[in-house]
C-alpha cells in the first residue's frame, strides 16, 4: 500500500533550527510536496523535489532522497508564525497526491 | 484576483438531508479536487476533475457526487448526508493534471452532520 510517515508533533524554540523528516512509500513516483497549514486555514504550497539534493528557498529547504524513500524540510531562525502544521504529500505514478497526516510544529518564545 | 473561493464556510446538516459544497476558481485551472480532511488523518481525495466534462473517484468517494460542466466550477454533492461525513472539505486546482503543477487551495468548508 502507500503510505507516508511524519512526526505528530515537534515543538522547536523561536530562532533555533528544525528538521521535519518523511518518509514514503508510493507505487512510482513522481516528486515530494511539502506544504504549510495555519489552524483553520487551507494548505499553501512551500516546495517540490523531484531529485536528490536539498532545494533551499529563503529559511526554508527541503531535502530529497529517492534511493531511501525520505525527505526532510528545514526551517531556519524560527519565527512564531511559522506555528502551523507541515504536510509531506508524494505524487504517485499516477499523479495524484499521497498525503501525510501533518507535523504539528509549536514554536515556543 | 480571488482564486479559489468556496461555500458555505461552514454548515451544520441534519443526517439525510442533501448538501451540495460549492467551489469556484477564477485561474483557469484545467484540474480541480475534493479533499476531506479529519483529524489525525491526511487530506483524502474524494473526486477529482482532469478538466471540463470529465471526472474521476479518488480514495474516499462513496456518498459524494461531483459534475464538472465549466472549467470555473466544481460542485461537490452529499445525496444524503452521514454523521461520518462530518469534516473539513477543501476544495484544490492546479494547471494541468498529469504534471507535477501546484495544487492551490480554497478556503474550505466545515461540515457537521447530526
Known amino acids: 500500500g502507500q503510505n507516508i510517515d511524519q512526526p505528530t508533533e515537534m515543538t522547536a524554540t523561536e530562532g533555533a533550527i528544525v528538521q521535519i523528516n518523511c518518509t514514503y512509500q508510493t507505487s512510482g513516483f513522481n516528486g515530494l510536496f511539502w506544504y504549510q497549514q495555519h489552524a483553520g486555514e487551507a494548505p499553501t504550497f512551500l516546495s517540490y523535489n523531484v531529485l536528490d539534493g536539498l532545494e533551499e528557498k529563503g529559511r526554508f529547504s527541503s531535502f530529497l532522497s529517492r534511493s531511501k524513500g525520505y525527505s526532510y524540510l528545514l526551517l531556519k531562525e524560527l519565527q512564531m508564525k511559522d506555528s502551523a502544521s507541515y504536510l509531506c504529500a508524494a505524487l504517485d505514478s499516477n499523479y495524484q497526491l499521497i498525503w501525510g497526516a501533518g507535523t504539528k510544529l509549536i514554536i515556543k518564545p | 484576483i480571488a482564486g479559489i473561493t468556496q461555500a458555505p464556510t461552514s454548515q451544520i446538516l441534519a443526517a439525510g438531508r442533501r448538501m451540495t459544497l460549492r467551489c469556484t476558481q477564477d485561474m483557469r485551472h484545467n484540474a480541480m479536487y475534493w479533499y476531506r480532511q479529519d483529524l489525525g488523518l491526511g487530506l483524502r481525495l474524494i473526486h477529482y476533475?482532469?478538466?471540463?466534462?470529465?471526472?474521476g473517484k479518488g480514495e474516499v468517494p462513496d456518498g459524494y457526487s461531483v459534475s464538472r460542466a465549466n472549467t470555473d466550477d466544481f460542485p461537490l454533492t452529499l445525496a444524503s448526508a452521514v454523521p461520518s461525513q462530518t469534516s473539513v472539505y477543501f476544495c484544490?486546482?492546479?494547471?494541468?493534471?498529469?504534471?507535477?503543477?501546484?495544487?492551490?487551495f480554497g478556503p474550505g468548508t466545515r461540515l457537521t452532520v447530526l
Open positions: 484544490a486546482s492546479s494547471a494541468g493534471s498529469t504534471s507535477t503543477d501546484t495544487q492551490y
Open positions: 476533475s482532469n478538466t471540463a466534462g470529465t471526472t
